[in-house]
């Protein structure tokens, strides 16, 4: 006897994605806005103009929509594209204007999900190996920036963990929340300002 397959309707998996990923949009928004351990699920449902229980069958419990956000953070990054680009240019001028606006763009872009990430460091349980997983990559792409340099001319004369530790500290997430939200500047401003501290240090 053969078992029938249960149909799954096009129409009906694309509307369950479509609700996951307004979902995980207003959960970004709200704990960036009041803090991961002031959002409740009654709330993110509520701004997703969806049932708790809906939000539970979709995407779990509030902690696997944190972890959710991360993800999708990490994957929208698109550091892999971008360091290709980056490694084919052949002089650090050139390289330290990618990094800058490169960083910029991702920064600016995930602004929410960043805020939603640190928001939530305080009170998660697991919030210094949620921050690791969350940068790994983001960092793992300044450090390979930092090796590229050394074989261009001139090189910089700073060792290349200094580098690479350098480059977290001007492109990193910290460095630019600092400028844009702690002190207020505009995204154009911190970019040119990081830039031109980059190249006038290492070059």
Not at 31 to 42: C, H, L, S
Request: aromatic share 8%.
């Amino acid at each position: 006897m053969s078992s029938k397959r249960a149909y799954i309707s096009p129409l009906r998996e694309q509307a369950a994605a479509q609700t996951r990923a307004l979902i995980l949009q207003r959960a970004a928004e709200l704990f960036a806005d009041r803090g991961y351990g002031r959002v409740t699920v009654a709330d993110i449902a509520s701004a997703a103009g969806v049932a708790s229980k809906t939000v539970f069958a979709s995407v779990g419990s509030k902690g696997d929509i944190l972890d959710r956000i991360v993800g999708q953070g990490v994957v929208a990054s698109g550091y892999e594209q971008a360091m290709r680009q980056i490694l084919a240019l052949r002089t650090p001028e050139a390289v330290l204007e990618a990094l800058a606006r490169g960083t910029r763009a991702g920064n600016e872009g995930q602004f929410t999900v960043h805020e939603a990430i640190r928001k939530a460091l305080p009170v998660h349980e697991h919030g210094e190996l949620l921050w690791e997983r969350a940068t790994a990559s983001y960092r793992d792409a300044l450090r390979t920036a930092a090796r590229h340099l050394y074989t261009l001319t001139p090189p910089p004369s700073y060792p290349v963990e200094e580098t690479a530790d350098l480059l977290w500290f001007w492109f990193g997430p910290t460095g630019w929340r600092t400028l844009v939200v702690e002190n207020g500047w505009s995204w154009d401003r911190a970019e040119d300002f990081l830039r031109r501290t980059a190249v006038t240090t290492l070059c």
